[in-house]
T-cell receptor, first 114, second 112 residues
Framework: GENVEQHPSTLSVQEGDSAVIKCTYSDSASNYFPWYKQELGKRPQLIID?????GEKKDQRIAVTLNKTAKHFSLHITETQPEDSAVYFC?????????????FGKGNQVVVIP | DGGITQSPKYLFRKEGQNVTLSCEQNLNHDAMYWYRQDPGQGLRLIYY???????QKGDIAEGYSVSREKKESFPLTVTSAQKNPTAFYLC???????????FGPGTRLLVL
């Protein structure tokens, strides 16, 4: 099955700086890559997603880039704010295995220092 | 994601007891999922269902059971065979299994 890894596991940034989280995946046939944000004790919430026919997608301060050749995709948060502090999960879904199941990474803890 | 509800918020299980976690959605989604979340482990798939009266095992189905008798409901039973059930359980749904998954608020299961 698909294997998704996230780096780094913890990231601390100064408020106003940018944060970048990278995910790698193993199945070259994967075609959908969402990012979820989870605050402590809350449900994961989708913040952005990208499909394999697109290289980059942006939504205000958040962007995702996809490199299919290298099999990695990254979340970019610009002008970070304290409310961006959370755990971020990436996931990948491929058509060759498991009926459209999502494989999740283990999460990145992002801490924005005021 | 406001259309997915889970109950109870907290659940306590005694040894040898089966407990059932509720998941309901009013989004008219065909696909529903159950995940288990442990600290540092991310989200692991327990069971999923792409249509009423059909479901498949995920990566960690042992000790769990599900049913999908109605489109809007996908209850998860944690059986006494699950020896380490303490975790945060999340239910999710998507319109057809191909699109975005939306999560419920979760149930935290604790063992007495």
């Amino acid at each position: 099955g698909e294997n998704v890894e996230q780096h780094p596991s913890t990231l601390s940034v100064q408020e106003g700086d940018s944060a970048v989280i990278k995910c790698t995946y193993s199945d070259s046939a994967s075609n959908y890559f969402p990012w979820y944000k989870q605050e402590l004790g809350k449900r994961p919430q989708l913040i952005i997603d990208i499909r394999s026919n697109v290289g980059e997608k942006k939504d205000q301060r958040i962007a995702v880039t996809l490199n299919k050749t290298a099999k990695h995709f990254s979340l970019h948060i610009t002008e970070t704010q304290p409310e961006d502090s959370a755990v971020y999960f990436c996931a990948a879904r491929g058509p060759l295995w498991g009926n459209n199941r999502l494989a999740f990474g283990k999460g990145n803890q992002v801490v924005v220092i005021p | 994601d406001g259309g997915i509800t889970q109950s109870p918020k907290y659940l306590f299980r005694k040894e040898g007891q089966n407990v059932t976690l509720s998941c309901e959605q009013n989004l008219n989604h065909d696909a529903m999922y159950w995940y288990r979340q442990d600290p540092g482990q991310g989200l692991r798939l327990i069971y999923y269902s792409q249509i009423v009266n059909d479901f498949q095992k995920g990566d960690i189905a042992e000790g769990y059971s599900v049913s999908r008798e109605k489109k809007e409901s996908f209850p998860l039973t944690v059986t006494s065979a699950q020896k380490n059930p303490t975790a945060f359980y999340l239910c999710a749904s998507s319109i057809d299994g191909l699109e975005t998954q939306y999560f419920g608020p979760g149930t935290r299961l604790l063992v007495l």
